[in-house]
Every structure is written in C-alpha cells, then in structure tokens.
Nanobody, 118 residues
Framework: VQLQASGGGLVQPGGSLTLSCAAS????????MGWYRQAPGKQRELVVR???????NYADSVKGRFTISRDNAKNTVTLQMNSLKFEDTAVYYC?????????????WGQGTQVTVSS
C-alpha cells in the first residue's frame, strides 16, 4: 500500500492551496483518513481526520479555514486550505488506516511542503 500526496507549494498569506492524497495497492477498505503537519522544530500534529462515513475532526487552529473530503471509491482524500496563515507553514502528511488482507495498518504519505510567505 502506498499513499501519494501532492499539491503543496508557496502561497501568500490569505491564499489557498489544495492537497490531495491517493492510496494505492492491495486495499480492502480504508477506515479513517487524515492530514497531519510538522513545522520546523515542532512535533507532528493532527490537522484533520475523516471517517469512512464522513465524520470529521478538525484541529481548532484550522476550523473554518480548512475542509477535508474523501472519495471512498477512489481511495483519495483532499484538503482544501483557505485563508492560509504564516503559522500553517509545515510539511503536510496524509495518513490512512488501511484494511488489507493481512490486517489493519496505518500508512503515511511522503509529505508535501506548504509554505506561507509574503
């Protein structure tokens, strides 16, 4: 199983970016999917998670600005980020709890850099 993330980049404060992540491989189903981020010198933190049924859990710092969605048929998850702030600068990682024939495991994407700068 592999997670491939894309969509990072450089954006000015107040701007928008969309991150996408696609899971591929031998997948029976995917439970939770989500996005985490890690800023320089800080621990990785949860940005948002979404269940297979569409329930979401956002970090307080991104509520009202970020929106997560997923396509269960395509095994993809998307993060729409609006009103970006300097403090959103980080490497963003997608995560998926994948059900495979051998069991349930957490998988991580390779990380994509988001830089908010003027």
């Amino acid at each position: 199983v592999q997670l491939q993330a894309s969509g990072g980049g450089l954006v000015q404060p107040g701007g928008s970016l969309t991150l996408s992540c696609a899971a591929s491989g031998i997948i029976v189903s995917i439970n939770d999917m989500g996005w985490y981020r890690q800023a320089p010198g800080k621990q990785r933190e949860l940005v948002v998670r979404i269940t297979s049924g569409g329930s979401t859990n956002y970090a307080d710092s991104v509520k009202g600005r970020f929106t997560i969605s997923r396509d269960n048929a395509k095994n993809t998850v998307t993060l729409q980020m609006n009103s970006l702030k300097f403090e959103d600068t980080a490497v963003y990682y997608c995560n998926a709890k994948v059900v495979a024939p051998w069991g349930v495991r957490d998988y991580w994407g390779q990380g994509t850099q988001v830089t908010v700068s003027s």
